[in-house]
C-alpha cells in the first residue's frame, strides 16, 4: 500500500525482513504498556542488544565507532523494514545513539571517544543538560556556572526538560565558563557523570501524564577537566553539532514511524464509523480525501527525509535546512494524529496512558496529539526553526538587536 | 528499465537559465501576450538549435534519447522564466503520444517533432480539463481502415501554434482511440485565458477523416497511452508550477530583504519572515515530490506518485504565489508587476490534467481499494 523508497537491496530486504520475523517479540506492544519506565528501559536495552547483534544497529554508526558501517540506502531499508515489523522503538537510546557520537564526533578527542562509545554500544544511557528555567529559545542565555579549580570544574545551576535524566548515566552538560565575555563565547561543554555527589534528578509530569523530561539540579558538582569537551568557550559550536543530530539520521526513524501512523490511521479509518453512518469511516469521501492527503504527505515526509540525509552526506554535517524537517514533521504529526483522534471519536477522550519512551505514533490518538507539541517546541520551538530558515537559508536580514 | 541519463542536470540547469534569461525576459513575456498563437518563434528557434525539442525522443527517431527528468530540468526553467511557446506541448507530451503509439505514425511524426521543424500538440481532454475517456467529446467512427471524427477538443494546449495534433475520441462502442491529425483540416479557436503566458483553444472537429496509418492507438493500447498522457501532463503541470513557485520565492525574498519600512527591511520582521520559511518549506516539499513522481514516471506507470505531486505541486505553488502578493504589498497587485503572472500561471497548472481534489480522490482509490472490501 505505501511503497518502499530504497529499490535494488531486495535480497539484504528479505534479511531483515525475515529475520524481524523471527525475532521482533510478538507481544511487546501489550507487554509494555503499563509496564513502569524501568522496564520499559530494561526491555529497549535487551531490544537493542539483540539489534546489534544482528548488525542493525545503531544503524548510522559507522565501523570505527564499532557500528554496522550500513550506507544510506541500507539505512532506509533497515528502518523500513522495522517499521513495516512494527518492531520495538529505541526512544530512550535517542541521545546516546544521536547526540552524543555527533558531539563527540565534531569536538571530542579520541581517549572520549574510546571511553564513552563501547559503553554506549553496552546499552548506557545519555541524556540532555541545555535548557534552563530561563534558557529556552535563547539557549545562550544560560546561567549555569562551571568554576575551575585544578583538574576539575566545580558546576552549580538548574537544567531542565532532561528527557530520560533518571534512567542515565551521563548528560551532555553546558555551562558557563566565563561571564564577562560575549553569551555565546562564554559557554563550555561537559560530559557530567550523573551519579556525581551533588547531582539531583526530578522528573517532570507532562501533559501526556508521563514523566520523561527531569529537572537536574547541579550542586557543588565536581567535574574533572579530562571531560570538558573542546577547549573552554567553544561549547556552543560544539552544541550546534548535538542539535543537528536530532536532524540527522534520527528523521528517518521518525519518517518510518509516521508511515507506521498512516497505515495504522488507514485501518482505524476501516474500522470505525462516523457518527450517524454505518459505513466504515474509510468509506467516506471527505475522510478519504484527507486520507490521501496524508498520504501525499506521509510519502513527501520521507522524500524529504532522504534528501535531507543525501544532502548531509554529501557536505558532511546537517546543514540549517534541516529546520525544514523539522518544522515539517513535527506539524504533520499533529495533524494526523488530530484526525486519528477525531476518528476516533469519543473513545479516543478515555483515559490512558503511553509507555514512556514510546515514540510519537503509540495509536492512542488523542495522547499522541497531546504529545505532539514535545515536538513543536523541543529542539528549537518552530518559530525559532523558521527564523533560522529566514535567516540562515533564505538570508533575510536579522532581526535588529535591542 | 530505466537507463541512467547521460544528461547532467546541474550542468544543463544553467544552460537553459542563461538562455532564457537573454531570450525570454519578463518584457519578452509581455511583448508575446499580444500574439494570438503565442509561439513566440525566436526562443523557439533557439531551443530548436539547442536540440531541446529533441531531449526526450529516441535516438533512433533523431533524439537524444533523454529521459523524462531531462525533459523536467528544461520544464521547469520554463515555469520559472513564465515562458510563452510550446515546448512541453510538443516536446513532451505529443512527443510521449507518438513515442507510445503504432509504428506508421511514430515515424511519420516524430522525428520531425524532435527535430522541431513540426510543432504538435495533444488534445486529449474535454469539458474539464481532465484526459480521460469519460471526458473526451470527441467521437470516432470507424470508416474504412481510419475513422471519421466528430466533436470538440477543449483546453487544447498551444492549438494555434501546432501543425499536427493527437487527437483522442471514443468509438461507438465507447473505446477511446488515438489519431494523429494535420491541423490543416481541422478549426482551432483560441480561448482568451486570465494566464496571458499559455495559450489554450478548442478545436473542433467536423467529419475529419484520418487513414488507418495515422491511427496511434486503439483499444487497449489506447486506454493505456492515453493514461500515460493523463500521468505525463499531471507531472509536467507539476512541474511547471514548481518553477513558479521556485522563482516567486526568490523574488519576495529579495524584496523582502531590499523593502524598508520603519527604517528596517522588511524580511527582519518575523511576520513577514516566518512566511518566507513557510514558502521555503512549500517549495521543498514541492521538489522532493515531483522529482519522485518524474523519476518513477520515467521508469514505467505511477499513478500513485503522479497524484502525489500533482496535487501537493499545484496547491503549494497556488500557496506560495499567493503569498508573493502578500508580501509585496501593493506593488505586487499591480498589472505592471510580474506576481500576478505567477499568480495565474499556477493557478492554471493547479486544474490542468485534473485539480488537487481529483488527484487526492484518485489516490484515495488506489491505494485504500483493498481496505474497504467486506471481511
Not at chain 2, 185 to 194: E, K, N
Request: include cysteine; charge should be negative.
Amino acid at each position: 500500500m505505501i511503497d518502499d523508497h530504497v529499490v535494488g537491496l531486495d535480497d539484504f530486504r528479505h534479511q531483515v525482513r525475515s529475520w524481524c520475523e523471527e525475532h521482533v517479540p510478538s507481544d511487546w506492544k501489550s507487554s509494555q504498556h503499563s509496564a513502569p519506565g524501568h522496564e520499559v528501559v530494561a526491555f529497549q536495552r535487551w531490544w537493542f542488544q539483540e539489534l546489534r547483534a544482528a548488525g542493525y544497529a545503531p544503524a548510522h554508526w559507522p565501523e570505527e565507532w564499532g557500528g554496522p558501517g550500513l550506507d544510506l540506502p541500507h539505512q532506509v531499508v533497515v528502518h523500513e523494514e522495522f517499521s513495516r515489523a512494527s518492531a520495538p522503538h529505541l526512544g530512550a537510546f535517542l541521545i546516546s545513539l544521536h547526540h552524543t557520537p555527533a558531539t563527540l564526533e565534531v569536538g571530542g578527542t579520541d581517549e572520549q571517544r574510546r571511553r564513552h562509545l563501547p559503553a554506549i554500544l553496552d546499552g548506557q544511557l545519555w541524556c540532555q543538560g541545555f535548557s534552563e528555567p530561563n534558557a529556552g529559545s535563547d539557549l545562550a542565555s544560560l546561567r549555569t556556572r562551571a568554576v575551575r579549580d585544578g583538574d576539575t570544574y566545580v558546576v552549580n545551576g538548574q537544567k531542565v526538560w532532561s528527557s530520560g535524566a533518571h534512567y542515565s548515566d551521563r548528560c551532555l552538560l553546558l555551562a558557563r565558563t566565563d561571564p564577562d565575555v560575549p553569551k555565546r563565547k562564554g559557554i563550555s561543554y561537559f560530559l557530567l557523570d550523573l551519579h556525581t555527589d551533588g547531582v539531583e534528578v526530578r522528573p517532570i509530569r507532562q501533559a501526556t501524564g508521563q514523566a520523561e523530561f527531569c529537572e537536574l539540579f547541579l550542586t557543588d558538582v565536581g567535574i574533572p577537566v579530562a571531560d570538558r569537551v573542546g577547549e573552554e568557550g567553544e561549547g556552543w559550536r560544539i552544541a550546534q553539532a548535538t542539535l543537528s543530530a536530532e536532524r540527522g539520521p534520527a528523521v528517518l526513524d521518525l519518517a518510518e514511524e509516521m508511515r507506521s501512523a498512516l497505515v495504522s490511521l488507514i485501518d482505524l479509518a476501516g474500522r470505525v464509523s462516523l457518527p450517524g453512518q454505518s459505513e466504515p469511516a474509510l468509506a467516506d469521501p471527505a475522510v478519504r480525501e484527507r486520507l490521501a492527503g496524508f498520504h501525499s504527505e506521509v510519502e513527501v515526509l520521507r522524500l524529504l527525509c532522504s534528501r535531507t540525509l543525501e544532502n548531509l552526506l554529501r557536505r558532511g554535517g546537517a546543514g540549517p535546512e534541516s529546520s525544514i524537517m523539522k518544522v515539517y514533521y513535527s506539524e504533520l504529526l499533529q495533524r494526523l494524529t488530530e484526525f486519528g483522534a477525531e476518528l476516533a471519536g469519543i473513545d479516543a477522550h478515555l483515559d490512558g496512558r503511553k509507555p514512556i519512551f514510546s515514540g510519537w505514533t503509540s495509536g492512542r490518538w488523542l495522547i499522541d496529539h497531546i504529545g505532539s507539541w514535545e515536538w513543536t517546541i523541543a529542539a528549537g520551538t518552530n518559530e525559532i526553526q523558521r527564523t533560522v530558515i529566514g535567516e540562515r537559508v533564505l538570508g533575510l536580514p536579522r532581526e535588529p538587536q535591542p | 528499465m530505466s537507463v541512467e541519463s547521460a544528461i547532467d542536470h546541474d550542468e544543463l540547469r544553467p544552460v537553459v537559465r542563461g538562455v532564457l534569461a537573454r531570450e525570454c525576459s519578463p518584457a519578452v513575456v509581455r511583448d508575446a501576450f499580444d500574439d494570438p498563437l503565442g509561439a513566440h518563434e525566436p526562443l523557439w528557434a533557439t531551443m530548436v538549435d539547442l536540440g531541446w525539442t529533441g531531449i526526450g525522443v529516441a535516438e533512433d527517431h533523431g533524439g537524444a534519447g533523454g529521459s523524462l527528468a531531462d525533459l523536467a530540468v528544461v520544464a521547469a526553467e520554463l515555469g520559472r522564466a513564465l515562458a510563452p511557446g510550446a515546448f512541453v506541448t510538443s516536446a513532451v507530451l505529443a512527443a510521449e503520444a507518438l513515442a507510445g503509439g503504432a509504428d506508421l505514425a511514430r515515424s511519420r511524426w516524430l522525428p520531425a517533432v524532435a527535430a522541431g521543424s513540426v510543432r504538435a500538440t495533444v488534445a486529449v481532454t474535454g469539458r474539464t480539463g481532465r484526459a480521460a475517456a469519460d471526458d473526451v467529446e470527441v467521437v470516432a467512427t470507424p470508416d474504412g481502415g481510419g475513422y471519421r471524427l466528430e466533436g470538440t477538443a477543449r483546453w487544447v494546449p498551444d492549438a494555434g501554434a501546432a501543425q499536427v495534433v493527437m487527437v483522442a475520441a471514443t468509438d461507438p462502442d465507447g473505446w477511446p482511440v488515438l489519431v494523429a491529425v494535420d491541423s490543416g483540416g481541422v478549426g482551432a479557436t483560441p480561448v482568451a485565458m486570465l494566464d496571458p503566458t499559455r495559450r489554450l483553444g478548442t478545436v473542433a472537429f467536423d467529419g475529419v477523416r484520418v487513414e488507418g496509418d495515422a491511427v496511434l492507438a486503439r483499444g487497449d493500447d489506447a486506454v493505456r497511452l492515453l493514461a500515460r498522457l493523463a500521468d505525463v501532463g499531471a507531472a509536467f503541470a507539476a512541474v511547471d508550477a514548481l518553477g513558479v513557485a521556485e522563482r516567486v520565492l526568490e523574488l519576495t525574498t529579495t524584496y523582502a530583504g531590499e523593502r524598508m519600512q520603519f527604517d528596517r527591511p522588511i524580511g527582519s520582521f518575523q511576520a513577514v519572515k516566518h512566511r518566507c520559511a513557510d514558502m521555503l518549506i512549500s517549495v521543498e516539499t514541492t521538489r522532493v515530490a515531483v522529482d519522485h513522481a518524474i523519476g518513477r514516471l520515467g521508469d514505467g506507470d505511477a499513478p500513485a506518485e503522479v497524484s502525489t505531486a500533482k496535487a501537493w505541486a499545484g496547491d503549494a505553488a497556488a500557496l506560495v504565489a499567493g503569498a508573493g502578493i502578500q508580501l509585496h504589498g501593493g506593488i505586487g497587485y499591480t498589472w505592471e508587476h510580474d506576481m500576478h503572472l505567477f499568480q495565474k500561471r499556477a493557478k492554471l497548472d493547479q486544474v490542468l490534467y485534473g485539480d488537487s481534489r481529483w488527484h487526492l480522490r484518485r489516490l484515495a482509490d488506489l491505494i485504500f481499494s483493498p481496505a474497504i472490501e467486506p471481511t
